[in-house]
């Protein structure tokens, strides 16, 4: 059990990649804050959890609320005592070009993607550092390390999020505090629901995936989830700042056109 007795936390749990990141973390003996903006998407996913015999609990959470997120983490440190994993997964997807894009829009994505993991990562900073130490991930995407043609928002604030992976890396390794950041690529989830129906449907989508990515398939939130673990746990003891790409190597074919 490699993450025996630790407290973790997963925003966006209650679907897709956020779900099997608190699965694989509570098989592996964590106990799971599992948080999303759907009540009942994190209800759905600790009922899992607990039919596999693991511990976890179910919170709202919309990781836009920097107040609701402050207290979220507050209280978990005063029911736990301690918070060993913090998993930033919420994050969003605004297509388009410069002049397709509103402010509004705009400062959206850089609420949820960016901004929200800083108010996260500042509010677990203080905890972790009193206990001696713990583990942050932030999501970021395959998007975050390359161009892609119509997606300024997208690629903006994912590349903006790994880059404040590695400063706050950089800045509290002293504290035995690691920081790393999760680079998927197409993965088969809901997250790909806009843009199947923008390309007018699952085999367009499917044709589009099997071009782009050099293994021909979509990876599954399972296979990222083993990422994960690794990042989360003591098997990643000496990493830190790193951004770790799970995309069947797209990332390797430049990635333009694609968007996960
Ligand atoms: N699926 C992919 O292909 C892919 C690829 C690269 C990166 N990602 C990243 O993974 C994350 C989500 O992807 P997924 O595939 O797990 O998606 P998903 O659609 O399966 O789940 C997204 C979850 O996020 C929750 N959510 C949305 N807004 C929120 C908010 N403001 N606060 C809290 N929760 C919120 C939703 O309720 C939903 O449960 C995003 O950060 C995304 O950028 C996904």
């Not at 936390?9 to 799971?32: D, F």
């Not at 203080?126 to 043609?149: C, H, Y």
Request: charged share 20%; with cysteine.
């Amino acid at each position: 059990m490699m993450l025996k007795e630790r407290i973790a936390i997963v925003t966006a749990a209650g679907s897709g990649i956020g779900r099997a990141a608190a699965q694989i973390m509570s098989a592996n003996g964590a106990h799971v804050v599992v948080t999303d903006l759907s009540p009942a998407g994190a209800a759905e996913t600790v009922e899992e959890i607990r039919r596999q015999g693991g511990k976890a609990e179910a919170l709202g959470l919309n990781v836009a609320d920097g107040d609701a997120v402050n207290k979220l983490l507050s209280d978990v440190r005063q029911r736990h005592g301690r918070i060993d994993i913090l998993h930033n997964h919420a994050g969003i997807q605004v297509a388009g070009e410069l002049e397709q894009i509103t402010t509004e829009q705009f400062d959206r994505s850089w609420a949820i993607n960016v901004r929200a993991q800083f108010e996260a990562c500042r509010a677990v900073a203080p905890i972790m550092r009193e206990q001696g130490g713990g583990v942050i991930l932030n999501t970021a995407s395959n998007a975050g390390v390359f161009l892609d043609k119509g997606m300024l928002a997208y690629i903006t604030t994912k590349s903006a999020v790994i880059t404040m992976t590695k400063q706050i890396a950089l800045d509290y390794a002293r504290h035995n505090i690691r920081v790393n950041a999760l680079c998927p690529g197409w993965i088969d989830t809901p997250f790909n629901a806009p843009y199947t129906q923008q390309l007018g449907g699952r085999p367009a989508l499917e044709n589009v995936v099997a071009n782009m990515v050099p293994m021909g398939r979509f990876g599954r939130p399972e296979e990222v989830a083993e990422a994960v673990l690794f990042l989360v746990s003591d098997r990643s003891s000496f990493i830190t700042g790193h951004a770790l790409v799970v995309d069947g190597g797209e990332c390797l074919a430049g990635g333009v056109n694609s968007t996960p």
